[in-house]
Structures are given as structure tokens and as C-alpha cells.
């Protein structure tokens, strides 16, 4: 069974900082992994989807890695702001479904 | 309307009714899923549709009970809740069977569940 993990579950940083969001996976056979953003009560938006064969993806100010050997991926979010305030979610794709972590919640402080 | 969509997005419920929860995916997807969220807990899939066949019942209760009438709808019908049932139960769907294997999985905006 898929068990992921992210590490930290929560973080604080000042305005400006980059911050680095871990995740990592225990079953390589992935087809791919996906980022989330999840706002209080809200519904997951996607950020990046980062396929296996790929070792990393860019969209703005956000980057993100994959090492599908070593089990791990990391999410970069350079310069944060405030509105970077949320809780990131890590998912991996097998045969048919996703597995989540748990999440690491973020707040920026201006 | 675009995307996921999911309706009602707040809904109370007393233990003894019966009420359903709506979602409508605008993406022409062929793939659709039920996942819970609870507090403190990592998303948990209840139940897929592909291709409006369920392909996994991943030993959900038998008084949550799906339905897909064709691939841009899904249905959870709630019957004799618990309490612990409360969550956020969020829809999503996606394109199965492509060539390229992206499988990316869109998100509805969720519905709060609360059972009195």
C-alpha cells in the first residue's frame, strides 16, 4: 500500500523567504505526482502535475522535483507572499487512484 | 459553468435522513471520484467511476451509496449518518486511458457535511 508523507506539517515564514516543502512516497511504481493547494474549507486547486518519466516542473514562481527512485519530491515556492497562505498537498498517481499526504500548512507573514 | 461543480456546498443532516450530494464535471472527463476529508486526516477515495463503471469501493459504508448516470455526473446518496461522518467530501474527475498517462485530477470545490 502507497504511504506518503510530507514533511514539515507546518510552516511559518516571513514575506519574502522561499520555502521548501518535502514530500515523499514509499512505492516508486508511480505514474505521476501531483501538487495541491487547499484554501480553509475550500476544494484542491492543482499546481503542478509532475509526470514520471519528468524530474521536475515550473509554473511561475513555483518549482517542483521528483526523484521517483529515492521516493521524494520537493516543492520550491520562491519569494513568498501572504497570499502564498495555504495548505499544500502532496498526491501520487498508481494504477487508478491518487494517495495523499497529509499536507503541510504554510502561513506567510507579512 | 466550468470545471468541477458540486452541489449543495454546506448541508446538515440529522442521523435518520436521506439526502444526496451532486456533482458535475464540465471537462469531458471519463473518469470521476468520491474522496472524504476529515479534520486532521489525509483525503481518503471512497469511490471511482470510470468510464460510468464503478471500479473501486474502497470499503466505504453501505449508507454512503454512488451513483453515475453518465460520465459528466455523480451522485453520493446518504442514508442513517453518523456523526463521525461529518467531513468535506470533495469530487473530482479526470481523462483515463490517454496514450501520455497524465492523469491529472481536477478538484470540485467541495461539500461541508455536517451530521447532527
Known amino acids: 500500500k502507497q504511504e506518503v508523507t510530507q514533511i514539515p506539517a507546518a510552516l511559518s515564514v516571513p514575506e519574502g523567504e522561499n520555502l521548501v516543502l518535502n514530500c515523499s512516497f514509499t512505492?516508486?511504481?508511480?505514474?505521476?505526482l501531483q501538487w495541491f493547494r487547499q484554501d480553509p474549507g475550500k476544494g484542491l486547486t492543482s499546481l503542478l502535475l509532475?509526470?514520471?518519466?519528468?524530474r521536475e516542473q515550473t509554473s511561475g514562481r513555483l518549482n517542483a522535483s521528483l526523484d521517483k527512485s529515492s521516493g521524494r519530491s520537493t516543492l520550491y515556492i520562491a519569494a513568498s507572499q501572504p497570499g502564498d497562505s495555504a495548505t499544500y498537498l502532496c498526491a501520487v498517481r498508481d494504477d487508478y487512484k491518487l494517495s495523499f499526504g497529509a499536507g503541510t500548512t504554510v502561513t506567510v507573514r507579512a | 459553468e466550468t470545471g468541477v461543480t458540486q452541489t449543495p456546498r454546506h448541508l446538515v443532516m440529522g442521523m435518520t435522513n436521506k439526502k444526496s450530494l451532486k456533482c458535475e464535471q464540465h471537462?469531458?472527463?471519463?473518469?470521476m471520484y468520491w474522496y472524504k476529508q476529515s479534520a486532521k486526516k489525509p483525503l481518503e477515495l471512497m469511490f471511482v467511476?470510470?468510464?460510468?463503471?464503478?471500479?473501486e469501493n474502497n470499503s466505504v459504508p453501505s449508507r454512503f451509496s454512488p451513483e453515475c448516470p453518465n460520465s459528466s455526473h455523480l451522485f453520493l446518496h446518504l442514508h442513517t449518518l453518523q456523526p463521525e461522518d461529518s467531513a468535506l467530501y470533495l469530487c473530482?474527475?479526470?481523462?483515463?486511458?490517454?496514450?501520455?498517462?497524465?492523469?491529472?485530477?481536477?478538484f470540485g470545490p467541495g461539500t461541508r457535511l455536517t451530521v447532527t
Open positions: 467511476y470510470n468510464f460510468k463503471e464503478q471500479t
Open positions: 512505492d516508486s511504481a508511480i505514474y505521476n
Open positions: 473530482a474527475s479526470s481523462q483515463e486511458g490517454l496514450a501520455e498517462k497524465t492523469y491529472e485530477q481536477y
Open positions: 471537462l469531458g472527463h471519463n473518469a
Open positions: 509532475i509526470q514520471s518519466s519528468q
